[in-house]
């Protein structure tokens, strides 16, 4: 089956036709340097690592370039009040944010351009499209005007007259119409600033993007993502400028992940519930954040809560405890037993929906369910008297690739720490109160394994080493 993604320029799912037969070429948006990042943040970093694995998974070569913006208003009045330059502001936190996300399962991008490493492309960006009628220079600033570009609104479906009505001149801007927007900032008084034709000055936010594509990518790419957010008016622009500048499709698809909501309230910094991602690896396993991440629909909004954080933790525990399981037994099975093929076609059958959920815009939520059905066939498995080392394997070999395309590690567990022992011995009393004995029996069988026996005494449980 083909991938299928939902295209936001055409508000349809389509089928993936690569430009380059094998090849995929995708841009990000990254963050903005001037703090560490939050966990809506960490959503796009997450989603988008996952769709890159997908398609190494499916054998693709996966070119993907996630840019930093290391210099902007923002930026500058962090400086200032940390009294620092803006560099070393941009590199503190162009530092943070790749600990974090490594901590979170990202790998490293093919390129991370910073915009002060680009800027003699933005400069001759910039210079074209005045050269051909987009852009007009105004006492040291520069501004496009979307009037002249064909198609503007086309990613967000409004027309130009409409976006004409909400837009506005602000004080001190020199632009000939309110939609015009700014590829080049005259500098102020005490601002950092480069040198360019129509004097000192610094890019607009959104034409960075446009002249790292081209550097890095080319004028058409396959896939170009980021935040919900993001679509207008910055990846509007984007194409305006792009297409205008190079007379060609800047994108063929366009892919947009989902808000994240607070204990069901939008997250924003009036309302105090902004929660930054190195806080929550600092108090969570980042794995368990990130299969947090996944259990969502990438398109649709995300609740965060500690408790639904709780419940995927125990869901990626079960999986994992899944997998050791099968490890466990593997030294005592042999090569060919009863119903061997039977259960090799089990497991041929989850891949094939694995895949499919996955094809179909990937579908981590769904993938998620057959990832959880194949840990339930394989203790199922365990419980025959006999088993098939082949067997165990292909189970093993299967929830490592599954959980490869999720950005999860299976880590080798050190040995659990008293506190450790004494949650799952209250989550076992739990399991048992509520009559799930087969989860009692599945900590119980955990512990064993790390050598840690229990004993039901009339006094409660009690524990010790092996």
Request: with cysteine; charged share 30%; proline share 3%.
């Amino acid at each position: 089956m083909t991938i299928q993604i939902f295209n936001t320029l055409t508000r349809q799912k389509e089928t993936f036709i690569p430009l380059k037969e094998g090849a995929v070429s995708i841009y990000v948006c990254g963050p903005t340097v001037y703090n560490y990042i939050h966990i809506g943040n960490a959503r796009p970093a997450i989603v988008f690592d996952t769709v890159r694995r997908y398609f190494e998974y499916k054998g693709y070569k996966v070119d993907y370039v996630l840019n930093f913006t290391d210099v902007d208003d923002k930026l500058i009045k962090a400086a200032n009040e940390l009294g620092q330059e803006v560099p070393d502001v941009a590199s503190k936190f162009i530092t943070a944010y790749l600990e974090d996300v490594d901590a979170l399962g990202v790998k490293e991008a093919t390129h991370n351009p910073r915009v002060t490493e680009t800027m003699d492309d933005i400069i001759a960006f910039i210079q074209v499209l005045i050269d051909k009628g987009f852009a007009y220079e105004a006492a040291g600033d520069v501004y496009f005007k979307p009037r002249t570009f064909d198609g503007y609104g086309k990613l967000s479906h409004q027309s130009i007259d409409e976006l004409r009505s909400g837009a506005r001149i602000q004080v001190g801007e020199k632009k000939q119409d309110p939609l015009d927007f700014a590829l080049w900032k005259h500098v102020k008084d005490g601002e950092i600033s480069w040198d360019s034709p129509w004097g000192r000055g610094r890019p607009g936010w959104h034409i960075e993007c446009s002249a790292m594509v081209k550097k890095y990518l080319g004028d058409t790419i396959d896939i170009h993502a980021g935040g919900q957010d993001l679509a207008f008016p910055h990846h509007e622009n984007e194409i305006a400028q792009s297409e205008a500048r190079n007379g060609k499709t800047f994108a063929n698809y366009w892919m947009h992940n989902g808000y994240i909501n607070i204990d069901n309230e939008k997250m924003s910094k009036s309302l105090g519930n902004f929660v930054l991602t190195r806080d929550l690896i600092n108090k969570h396993d980042p794995q368990v954040l990130r299969f947090f991440m996944l259990s969502v629909h990438y398109r649709h909004p995300i609740n965060f809560t500690e408790e639904l954080l709780e419940s995927a933790k125990n869901s990626l525990d079960r999986i994992k405890t899944a997998y050791f399981n099968l490890e466990h037994r593997k030294s005592s099975s042999v090569n060919l037993v009863d119903h061997q093929d039977e259960w090799m076609q089990k497991i041929t059958v989850w891949k094939q929906q694995f895949e499919a959920d996955m094809d179909d815009d990937f579908n981590t939520a769904n993938a998620i369910s057959v990832l959880f059905d194949v840990a339930k066939d394989a203790n199922v498995y365990l419980q025959a008297k006999q088993t098939s080392s082949d067997v165990i394997e292909e189970f093993q070999e299967t929830i490592r690739s599954f959980l490869y395309v999720l950005g999860i590690e299976l880590k080798v567990e050190e040995d659990l720490l008293d506190e450790d022992i004494e949650s799952l011995i209250e989550e076992r009393n739990e399991a048992r109160k509520h009559r799930d004995f087969a989860r009692a029996d599945e900590i119980r069988d955990m512990l064993k394994d790390k050598n840690i026996i229990l004993e039901d005494t009339p006094q409660g449980v009690r524990w010790k080493r092996g």
